[in-house]
């Protein structure tokens, strides 16, 4: 049995911890139903549910998704600027991108050339990006990741929309800014 406050109240009949949870007003919940003798704990079961669907919303939130795009070994240079341009807006939104080549019939014969392509790629990007995972041959497709580079200084683009909550406001119909007062 744990308490509320966290500390350990030793082993006693369910009557006597139902009381206690009674009388603190609060829930008496099992933690480990599979442990000899059962732990159970005195909380606020809607106050714990809460806390942990937040923590659960937190980790999604900071997740980075990774975006992924294929070329091929035969690309034109238009496509690959085209995708050069996607993959920098992923990356500029946060995501990682995975460049995935892939080798057809006879091309695999020749994967320095999808080696190349995939160079030219992380060079051309290399201002915003740095290469987590080198091209490496995986079947008949070569892959390579792509994450952005920690911003020193600079806000997050969706941060920057938020807007500051000491700013100055506009007076009541006098149309005279007012500074907030500094104590």
Known sequence: MIGSDGSQLGVMPSRQALNLAKDEGLDLVMVAP?????????????????????????SKRKQQDVKGIKISPRIADHDLEHLLKKADEFLRDGDKV???????????????????????????????????????????????????????????????????????VQDHGERQDHSPEVP
Do not use: W
Not at 133 to 146: A, E, Q, S
């Open 98 to 168: 995975k460049v995935v080549c892939r080798f057809r019939a006879r091309e695999i014969t020749y994967p320095e050339i999808g080696q190349k392509r995939m160079e030219k790629m992380a060079q051309a990007l290399a201002e915003i990006a740095v290469v987590e995972r080198p091209p490496t041959m995986d079947g008949k497709m070569m892959v390579m990741v792509l994450a952005p580079k920690p911003q020193s200084g600079k806000k997050h683009a969706k941060a920057e929309n938020q807007q500051d909550g000491s700013k100055a």
């Open 34 to 58: 599979n442990a000899d003798p059962p732990v159970c704990r005195i909380i606020d079961h809607g106050k714990f549910k809460y806390d942990q669907e937040k923590r659960e919303r937190e």
